[in-house]
């Protein structure tokens, strides 16, 4: 399987990235309670090393947004779903995205956890491809900025999937571009 796999940003790269992440995260929220919500399932790895190097009382919580595709009728379909019944209202929220791409999952997301009513939030992405953008959005913070022609690849690897694929591998690596499926695409 990591044959297929160029690597980008080695597991020593990604550990000493994560905890200059940490320690620039802690000196935000000193003395506060933070409430981190990963977005799942591409964040788990990233936030199980994260929430490591935030010595704060921090709560944890899991979100996972579905979004529909269909390219054809160039309608886009989200759903949302809260894993835990996350209490947000009042709470200085961190949420972690995978990959800000076309940046379409973070505004939605962004947008409905506004609705609870957060003191604050803020984003920190362990990828960002910052020319791919349709909608404005940019993380508070990036563990990795990815530009063209990288960008034009497909990160795998250290929780970032190919259809379900390579999530466990401790590197972040790349795969040539797939094709882009027929119909409905599902990611998250
Ligand atoms: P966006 O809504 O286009 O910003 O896409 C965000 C989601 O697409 C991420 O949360 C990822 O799950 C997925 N994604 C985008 N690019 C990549 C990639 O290069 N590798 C793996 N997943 C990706
Ligand atoms: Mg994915």
Redesign the pocket.
């Known amino acids: 399987m990591r044959d297929e796999v160029s690597v980008l940003f080695t597991e020593e790269q990604i550990a000493r990235r994560v905890a200059e992440l940490g320690g620039e995260i802690t000196r935000e929220f000193a003395g506060r309670k933070l409430s981190v919500l990963g977005?799942m399932k591409?964040s788990l790895v990233f936030m199980a090393d994260l929430i490591r190097k935030i010595p704060l009382d921090l709560t944890v919580h899991l979100v996972r947004v579905t979004?529909q595709r269909e390219q054809a009728a160039g309608r886009v379909l989200t759903e949302i779903a809260f894993s835990t019944p996350a209490q947000l209202e009042g709470k200085d929220v961190l949420l972690l995205?995978?990959?800000?791409?076309?940046?379409?999952?973070?505004s939605y997301l962004l947008a409905h956890i506004h609705e609870h009513g957060p003191a604050s939030l803020r984003v920190c992405a362990l990828?960002d491809?910052p020319e791919?953008r349709?909608i404005d959005v940019h993380p508070d913070w990036t563990a990795f900025p990815v530009h063209e022609p990288m960008a034009d690849?497909?990160?795998?690897g250290y929780g970032?999937?190919?259809m379900e694929r390579f999530r466990g591998l401790p590197f972040i690596g790349t795969i040539p571009r797939p094709r882009r499926a027929e119909g409905p695409l599902a990611?998250?």
Not at 153 to 156: A, E, K, M, Q, T
């Open positions: 977005l591409g979004t995205e995978d990959i800000v791409d076309t940046g379409i999952t973070l990828v491809k791919s349709k690849r497909f990160l795998v970032l999937d190919w990611v998250s």
